[in-house]
Structures are given as C-alpha cells and as structure tokens.
C-alpha cells in the first residue's frame, strides 16, 4: 500500500511545518510506501487521484471541518481496514484555504475531521503526518501510542 499525503497550496518554499511532517512520514516509510504530493487547485489534485493506475481506485479521505471526527485508534482502523482489502492507493488530502468544494467533497471517498478547531494548513498536514505514523503503529503494537 502507497499512503499519499496531498495538499492544495503554494509550497514553493520549505519551512519548519515540513520538517516535521517529513519527520513522520519519514518514520511511516518503516510500515510502507508513502509520499507528498503539492497541487496548486483543488481540481489538479482531484485529477491526478484520478489518474492512479493499479489494481484497485484510490481511496481518497479529505481532511474537512464538516468530515468525520477520527481518534487515533479511528485512524488506525480505517487505514487497517484499506491495507487488508489490498488497497493499493490511499490518499490523505489537506485542502485549499477556503475549503474544500461540494464538488471536491462529493468525489471524496471518506471525508474526515482533525477535531473541532480550525488548523492553519500547515499545521493539518503535520497533524495528519503524525496520525498517519501512529495508526501504522497502533496496527503495528509498536508502543508509541499508549492509549492515552
């Protein structure tokens, strides 16, 4: 399984947030396959989960205000459930400033909430980072999360 965290934005400049994001998602490299990827709209990142070629369609979860909220352990199950129906894509999108679309939500596999405050963009992609490693380490047993 390949795990993308996508995003919306103007990333031509690197800055503290993705130091650690790529410090998480450097760790998740130990349980599989994952990259970034920055699109400049919402319809360029849409398109390109679109376009993914393998055995089974991407999954797509956005990460929304309005989504689903998602613990950790929530996290861990639903990436679990993905890795053993053999998905081969999963993409975790943080969105545009404004938000995400009605469109954009409607091609959305699952959307998903990071909790009841607004996060600057950056922050959510550091936030969805370190949940991406600890639900492969809840799945794995590994302590780092210990339930609390």
């Known amino acids: 399984m390949r795990v993308v965290l996508a995003s919306v934005g103007n990333r031509a400049r690197r800055d ?3 130091t650690l994001a790529d410090l998480y998602l450097g760790r998740t ?4 396959d994952v990259e970034v990827q920055v699109h400049r ?12 070629r393998g055995r089974t369609a991407p999954v797509v979860a956005l990460l929304d ?5 998602f613990t950790s352990e929530d996290w861990a199950g639903w990436i679990g459930q993905q890795r053993d129906a053999g998905q081969q894509w999963v993409v975790v999108a ?3 400033a404004d938000g995400w679309s009605e469109a954009a939500r409607k091609r959305a596999n699952v959307l998903v909430s990071l909790g009841p405050v607004t996060l600057p963009h950056e922050l959510a992609r550091v936030v969805a980072s370190e949940q991406i490693y600890r639900a492969f380490t809840i799945l794995a047993g590994h302590p780092y999360h210990s339930g609390h």
């Open 41 to 52: 709209t919402e319809e360029s990142l849409l398109e390109w989960a679109e376009r993914l």
């Open 16 to 18: 503290a947030f993705d």
């Open 65 to 69: 205000g309005r989504g689903k909220p």
């Open 94 to 96: 943080v969105g545009p």
């Open 29 to 32: 490299h130990g349980y599989c």
